[in-house]
Antibody, heavy 124, light 108 residues
């Protein structure tokens, strides 16, 4: 059974930093691109970032580019999101999601499995 | 950036009836379109990918159609557990992947 468990969400002051983690199990972690998606309270879904299977390629939403860094440790089946220069508008539930296609397919698609999310609150 | 627009924002339907949700892309996304269901306090659940292919374990009452810029999610006979928020997402031109703003499906 595929499981994704996010952690690391806390209350942080504007300008602060935080690292989120996502522990993956139940699938071959190092075969898949992984995503972070966030949802502000009462709002819709916003894609944040992705990382290819080997960490060799990453992409970011403009809203977080230069402030957030996605990474992974395939030896630990873990995904990370380092967040810095946090703003109040970064307040959200952060989900990690597994891409539905293995990287070897050459395709990139939607997230077929999602964690329950971890809540980041940026407030003074 | 491709903008995804969903309509209506809220749809009121009686159990057992059909629900039709729409999603429009600001430019063609071919068939690289997914639909998700999100219940209150839960993570999104993938329903449809490739515009019309049901994800694993999704009941046959859910169907997707369309290509290019116009897409539809149809739920043929609404069950009580189907009342939720539905999002479309394009994955043709990225970054960024983009979502619609959601359609809330409520009980009439």
């Amino acid at each position: 059974e595929v499981q994704l468990v996010e952690s690391g969400g806390v209350v942080v002051q504007p300008g602060g930093s935080l690292r989120l983690s996502c522990a993956a199990s139940g699938f071959t972690f190092d075969a898949y691109t992984m995503h972070w998606v966030r949802q502000a309270p009462g709002k819709g879904l916003e894609w944040v970032s992705l990382i290819r299977w080997d960490g060799g390629s990453t992409n970011y939403a403009d809203s977080v580019k230069g402030r957030f860094t996605i990474s992974r440790d395939n030896s630990k089946n873990s995904l990370y999101l380092q967040m810095s220069s946090l703003r109040t508008e970064d307040t959200a539930l952060y989900y990690c999601a597994k891409d539905m296609y293995p990287d070897s397919s050459g395709y990139y698609g939607p997230g077929d499995y999602w964690g329950l999310g971890t809540l980041v609150t940026v407030s003074s | 950036e491709i903008v995804m627009t969903q309509s209506p924002a809220t749809l009121s339907v009686s159990p057992g009836e059909r629900a039709t949700l729409s999603c429009r892309a600001s430019q063609s996304v071919r068939s690289n379109l997914a639909w998700y269901q999100q219940k209150h306090g839960q993570a999104p659940r993938l329903l449809i990918h490739g515009a019309s292919t049901r994800a694993t374990g999704i009941p046959a009452r859910f169907s997707g159609s369309g290509s290019g810029t116009e897409f539809t999610l149809t739920i043929s006979s609404l069950q009580s557990e189907d009342f939720a928020v539905y999002y479309c997402q394009q994955y043709n031109n990225w970054p960024p992947y983009t979502f619609g703003q959601g359609t809330k499906l409520e009980i009439k």
